[in-house]
Each structure stands twice: as structure tokens, then as C-alpha cells.
């Protein structure tokens, strides 16, 4: 019996609506079936007897921010393609000038790193935010954004863990440590001699030779990082220039033949660059750059050279942004450089993965993609291919479990017993002062909404070097050249040099369009349509246009409004010093008083010109961590990028009619104490 057409155009198009929206979840939820609930009621969390800086934390505590243990958990184990160090190595491999491992407890405490114990999804007990990643057959050891985005504030003995909120982590400190201890195995027969041991005892390696190999290539490869994005400016604790570093490494591979060749000739002689090049082809890959670095790089002198030809400086270290409400955000980042809506949050994170060691196996290729095609690429018979262990999958699962995370309240059975009568007129103070760029929310409601009001530099008049170098660097477009980059207000050509911002949006949006080549062949298809089908429709925020006074885009200065700063709700801003965009101020009540004293009044309060950082002990008084009293990091303001100036409304005595009065110091403690109710 022959079947009419009309029917099989019908079952042909439910096929159809089965492959795009019914086999996808359900390949997913079958091959995600190992992933075991883990719900220590602790968290894993543990504590540590020594700290450098004095602090103490006999128990920790959880405060309620509407996750349960095993969603914490999830957060923290959950890889998002890291590729710092092979696993193995980080596992076994010892401290620079002593026997004891790197990863102790004790080690990773003094860099603000939080120790764990052993659970279920952590079997080796590694710190907050560190996980084993496997990409092409092989382990690493990687960041996911816990590692940056957890926080503990220690009270009286009590440490009070935080999710979401910005690590204390000095992340400069942490791989300089790293890599002095690579250095030590390299150099040192005894050193490596127990490390190789110790290495081929796990199993991951089949030969001494291959260990020792991947030794010298990681750390070179550290070294180079370390080097490449050298900062005048030291980060000190619970900062990192994470913009320079993600552009770093953008740049480093879209390099293609022709712009190394040009650079390599300003540094190198001909016979030096033909070793250089030797074996590399036209068609140039990550694997192929890896080489010519590590030819190049055989002294301080040749990375510092590659650096001015073809990095930029790394030297705005700010705080690590809270996450509680980001999924809400219209905008994110400090200047808004992220627009929340549609494929956003996977570009922004995909961003974040780049400049944690993601591995970038991006290359000209020969053959169309229907990635190429969705980055604008169209038919060209040369094409760029975003291979890479981002792993797209779990960045959006978790964006998903971030729009359940809840700003942290003031535990007054910790932290004491706020006094409602200043919070009433505290309420009153805020309503005038500060409501205009700091929205009130409904910390709990599932349908919030958090518009961030952007303040041009001129207005807000804070540090302009991380908003500045947000739009100001070029790099070399590479394998991007004369490819166009959406800007709002128009594309934008990549010419041999263009900005930054441009090739970084055109990178991340190749990664997140490019399916995962380290997975089954069904596996990748089905992951990668549930994601864009996911991302696209499932995202709630909508593009729209930033709220404030900022300097809007033109066509001439498409990204004009990146010289601004958010501001955005306080909910839980208690729990999230030190304050302004680069951490430049240690307390709450620090940041209600001017920049600098008056010359005349010798008794006048004024933000502090140097302070420590490092310690987790909570100053209840005035809001932020412990500052003075310790050996810590010295935060000096008087340096580019660690400036305290501006947002010092209510802080000088009003000139202009309609301006607002200078806060009393009973007004200043009003509404400080308005501030821990939030």
C-alpha cells in the first residue's frame, strides 16, 4: 500500500521535531546520569589551625542564600573546560623551597584559596573552585568559578562561608608560587627526581620521558603567562585584572603566520626566526604558537619583547564581581561590557574560561562549518575554527543555578543586632542619596530584575584605568582579519589591528557556536542544540538598552559607553569588602567620607591612604575586613589603578543649589546601618 505524501510530510516533520527538541534533553539526561549527588552537610568545608595573618575560624557556617548543601557542592566541582596544570602534577607536586605539598591545606589558605575535605564529588580534596577537567584523553587541573567567586568572612571564631561572593584569593600570588615550584622540579635533579616518582605512581603517564617533556613545556608556559602579563601594579589579595588577562590570551591565539613573521623580524635575527618557525606551516594551529613561544621564550629578555609586540598590559586589577542577581542583570562586569540578554551569559562565560586556562585549539580551516556560517563567516572556503575545552554545557547549567542563589542577610545572631531606629532614618538618607544608582530589590522575588545604572568617569569620577583600558587596546586581529564584529550601532571591520573588545566578542561567540569536538558525535550535536535552544529562548533577560549617564556609542566610537561603572542593588553589599570597583576602600564607613582630608582640619575623617589586605576577620563597626594590625598586603591608593577617588557624594559640603548636604557622622552611621539590613 503506498503511503500518500501528505503523511509522510507529516511524520517526516514530527522526526524532524523529535531529533530538534525531544532527543536532545533526553541524550543529555542519559549521558549525564553518572553525576552523583553530593550533599555533605558541610560543604566539604574544613578549617585551618595556622593562619599567616592571624585569623581564626574554629567552625564554619553556611548562611541561607536559598542553596542546598549539594547544589554548593555541584557549584564548586562542576568543570568548566580549566586546563591549568596536568592533574597528576598538581596532585604530588611540592612547594618551591620545602618537601610539603603545594596543595596543603596550609599553602592554599595562605593564597585565600578555601581548603576542602574529601566528599563524594571531590575525592581528592581539592580547594574551592579547583577540579579535575579531561580534555582530549587527558586530565587537568582547572578553575571553575567558585575558585573566584566564594567567599568566608571569619567573626569571633566563627567563618562564615558565602557563595557567590568575592573570593579573598590572590591569584598573582598563586601562580607566581606555581611556577616558582614548576621552576623547582625543573631545576632541581632531588626535586624531580621525587616528582617523576611520585607522577608515574598515579598512572596517568606511561614513561618518565613524557613527564619530564611535559615539565619543561609547563612551565614555560607559566612562565610566559606570568611574564606576558606582568603588572606594575602588584593585585595584592581579592583582586585580579581578569579583562587584561582574558584579552592576553585572546590575542596569543589569533596569531596567525603572516603577523608572526612580522613580529618575530622586529625581535629576532633570520637565522634565530627560520629556528623559530622551522616545521611550522602556513596553516598555523594553538599547537603550532605553543612552539614558536617556546622557542622564542629562552630568556626574560625575548618574553618581555613579545609582550610589547604583542600583549597588552594587565595592570587594572578589580575585585571579584558578587553573583547573587547576576543572572537577573541587564548588564554585567564593573563597566558593563556584557549585555545579559540572549547568548550573553555562555559569551560571558566563555570569556571567563579563556582567561582561566581554557585550552584554545583556534586555526584556520579549510572546510565550511555551520559554526563559521553562525559567526558570520558565511561560505568563505577559509574559515576559523573554534575548537576548545570550554565546555559550553555547564557554563549554561551554571548560569541556570545562579538565578536561584540569594544575597546573604546579616546574621545578627553572628554579627549582633542591628538597631532598627538608625535603620528607619538610615532608609530616609538612602532614599536621597544614594537610590538614584542603587535600586532596591526584592532580594527573594523570582521575577527581580536588577537594571544596572551606568555613571560616566566624568560623573563618578573613581579609577578610570580598567573602564580606559577596556576600549582603548588593540591587538592584532590574526585569523580574524576583515571579518565583521557587531557593535550596536553598527559592524566593525577587523583591520590588521583592532580593538580588543571586538576580537574577544567575535572569539567568544565562535566558542560558543562550535560544538564540543572532545565528545561523541551525538553527544556534541545534541548538547550543543539544547544549549543555543536553551541560551536563546530559555533566557528571560532581553537585550535593552543601559540605563544612566554614560557617553552613549557612535558609529566614529562604537564602544564609548564602556567608560562608565555600575551601579547596581546593595542587597548583601555587607558581606562583599573592600569597596568601589578596584577594592581601593577597606570599609563601608570608608566609603561615606571624602577621598582626602581638607589641609586645614587636622581631626577631619577621610578614606585611608594605605590599609592591609588578606585577613577574613569581619569588623562589625564599620563594615569590611579587618585592615591594619597584621602582616598582610599593603594597598597603596597613591598608585595608578589603586586610586580611591570619587563616588564621595554626601562626603564635602554642598556648593550648588539643589546639591545634597555633607552627612553628620550620625548620618554616616544611619545609614550604615540601613546597609547591613540589605
Known sequence: MKIPKIKL??????????????????????????????????????????????????????????????????????????????????????????????????????????????????????????????????????????????????????????????????????????????????????????????????????????????????????????????????????????????????????????????????????????????????????????????????????IVKLRQELFIKADAPVSYPFLWDIAQHDYVQWNGLGGNGGLGPLGRNTGEVIGVFGSLDWHEGRHFSLSSLLTGQGWAKKVVEYNSSVNTENLRRIENQLT?????????????????????????????????????????????????????LEEVGTDPTMADNSIKYEGYSGILRNQYVGAGVGDVLLDKKAPIAALLTKATLGVVTTPDADKGFIRRWSEWLHNIVQAWFGNEIHDSNKHGNYNPDTTMAPYSSLQAYKGRSLNGIWATGPYLHNGSVPTLYDLLLPATCPADQKDAECRPEKFLVGSREFDAEKVGLRSSGYEGFTFDTRLNGNRNFGHEYGTKAAKEPGDLPMLTKEQRLDLLEYLKAQ
Request: charged share 25%; hydrophobic share 35%; with cysteine.
Open 404 to 456: 536561584e542563589l540569594q544575597s546573604p542577610k546579616w546574621p545578627q545572631e553572628i554579627l549582633g543586632n542591628l538597631d532598627q531606629t538608625r535603620i528607619k532614618r538610615g532608609e530616609k538618607l538612602f532614599a536621597s542619596y544614594c537610590i538614584r544608582c542603587h535600586a532596591e530589590i526584592e532580594r527573594t522575588s523570582p521575577q527581580r530584575r536588577v537594571v544596572a545604572h551606568m555613571s560616566k
Open 9 to 302: 510530510k507529516i511524520r517526516h516533520g514530527f522526526l524532524l521535531l523529535i531529533l530538534l527538541f525531544v532527543l536532545p534533553p533526553l541524550i543529555i539526561v542519559l549521558t549525564q546520569h553518572w553525576e552523583v549527588s553530593d550533599s555533605d552537610p558541610d560543604r566539604g568545608a574544613v578549617t585551618v589551625k595556622q593562619d599567616v595573618f592571624g585569623d581564626s575560624a574554629s567552625k564554619i557556617v553556611y548562611l541561607k542564600q536559598n542553596w542546598k548543601p549539594e547544589q554548593s557542592l555541584w557549584f564548586y566541582t562542576t568543570t568548566q573546560g580549566s586546563d591549568l596544570l596536568p592533574y597528576d602534577f598538581f596532585l604530588v607536586l611540592e612547594q618551591a623551597d620545602k618537601p610539603e605539598l603545594f596543595r596543603s591545606d596550609e599553602n592554599i589558605n595562605r593564597y585565600r584559596y578555601l581548603p576542602q575535605k574529601k566528599t563524594s564529588s571531590n575525592p581528592d580534596a581539592l580547594p574551592v573552585g579547583f577540579v579535575k577537567d579531561n580534555y582530549l584523553s587527558k586530565n587537568y587541573m582547572g578553575f571553575t568559578c567558585a575558585a573566584c567567586h566564594t567567599a568566608q568572612v571569619n567573626f569571633k571564631g566563627t567563618g562564615m562561608r558565602i557563595d557567590g561572593g568575592p573570593a579573598s584569593a590572590d591569584m598573582q600570588g598563586f601562580l607566581n608560587g606555581l611556577t616558582a615550584a614548576m621552576v623547582a622540579v625543573r631545576d632541581k635533579p632531588d626535586v624531580q627526581k621525587r616528582f617523576v616518582k611520585a607522577v608515574m605512581a598515579l598512572g596517568a603517564y606511561s614513561s618518565e620521558a613524557d613527564i619530564i617533556a611535559d615539565i619543561k613545556t609547563y612551565t614555560l608556559r607559566l612562565t610566559s603567562y606570568n611574564v606576558i602579563n606582568h603588572s606594575p601594579v602588584d593585585y595584592g589579595y581579592a583582586r585580579l585584572d581578569a579583562f587584561g588577562r582574558i584579552y592576553n590570551r585572546t590575542l596569543e591565539h589569533l596569531l596567525n603566520r603572516k603577523q608572526i613573521e612580522e613580529v618575530l623580524g622586529k625581535i629576532l635575527t633570520e637565522d634565530e626566526m627560520n629556528t623559530a618557525l622551522a616545521g611550522i606551516g602556513q596553516d598555523i594551529s594553538s599547537a603550532d604558537r605553543d612552539k614558536i613561544i617556546e622557542r622564542v621564550a629562552t630568556s626574560a629578555k625575548n
